[in-house]
């Protein structure tokens, strides 16, 4: 995991000194702007040198020439928004003025980054000495490395600010940012190696980048996934766009709420990856009581959007598209507001493949404990074993390890364990055996008798604990041997716990 590189960890601990009082919300961008100036900075610089050369193929280049650097698919950076030119006059009170020109004049040159970039520079609430400190610091970042290790650099670094600052914003923060555990996790599992990826709510980008990472990781072409996304708040939407933008990631990413003006209407996806809000009772619902959505499995309740959502991303699948998304553990069981109706229904016409239970502390900004539902439009299409009378069920509420003191992540172990449990039971020649306490493949009937509840740890029962070949009377009397040492002679509780185990036949 990122988080545990000193190079990240040491920019973080002085950018967030340099903060004072200024809002994480707000420092965010003015942070992740002068990291995205720099890296595009560096990868100028880099083809810059190349070209004034004009060694081999860069003979006779024009090194200030923008077509030069379209072909190379680098952003032209003109003189005055150059990393070097900003850094030389950090000390001066007019710096916050020059870098909000420096994003303008890179737009303006770069018909992608249109309306991305921060200009909160010159704002009189930020400490410009502080900017100037801030500066100097990003300046010691060299992405002037070769290939993807420059990318690859700019992208932990990246992503570690955001989960920083999702932790640092609390509930808020976490709008913006799914733990990459999660990430890999959905990804892992869903294998989007070609077709359309989608994501209705898609914070800052993350589903997409962990995709394009799994299609390079295994030598597939990166050009063979189609992304879309949408996002309602605009400065999230903007940071979407930065993320995706310094990796080359070419995404059709829109502004707007998925549930009342849908950007991406006729799209139907092959992948799905999301993690909606949870829980979130003013989505407006009462507006859409009539919505197409709905047709199939119901009408959702208007104080909660959990079952919009999942009704949303069915409706936005393609014959065999599949989805992953991440909710709150409550929609596994919930039957308030006909939820439970629509649960049967959808049960019953076959679209729930797998669900997953997810460890507690994963999330920066909430501790409700969340799960997976994994949807397939077509689970007998031929792609994958015929498994239409199925459900799995994973339990992995035991996994994850400890990164600080409040949270969690998966380890790349755990990750594989869960996803290669989930293929060798889908697969056509996977060989899946039920783990007791662990994984379960429950027939729709199973589900049905347990009223269409859909928590794993109603199916995959209980591992039997270990015999450690003591005998049950010698830990009985250990535990009351240890019990009479702990509590005060004569104490009330003393009394209650002598009379309690008296009355099963042991005293101390």
Known sequence: MAGNNELEKTLWAAADKLRSNMDAAEYKHVVLGLIFLKYISDAFNDLYDRLKDGKGENEGADPEDPDEYLSHNIFFVPEKARWQFLQDKAKQPEIGKMIDAAMDVIEKNNPPLKGVLPKIYADPELNKQRLGELIDLIG???FSQSGHKAKDLLGRVYEYFLGQFADAEGKKGGQFYTPASIVKLLVAMLEPYNGRVYDGCCGSGGMFVQSEKFVEEHQGNIKDLSIFGQESNPTTLRLARMNLAIRGIDARIELGDAFHADKHKDLRADFILANPPFNVSDWSGEHLREDPRWKKYGVPPVGNANYAWLQHFAHKLSTKGTAGIVLANGSMNSNTGGEGEIRKKMIEDGLIDCMVSLPAQLFYNTMIPACLWFLA???????????????????????GTMVNRRNKELTDTDIALISDTYHAWRNTNGKYADKVGFSKSASIEDVKNNGYVLMPGRYVGTEEEADDGIPFDEKMRALTTKLAEQFAKGSQLEKTIRKNLKGIGYEF
């Open 377 to 399: 439009r077509n689970r007998s299409n031929g792609k994958f074993r015929n498994r239409s009378n199925e459900i799995l069920f994973i339990d992995a509420r035991k996994l």
């Open 140 to 142: 010691t970042i060299g």
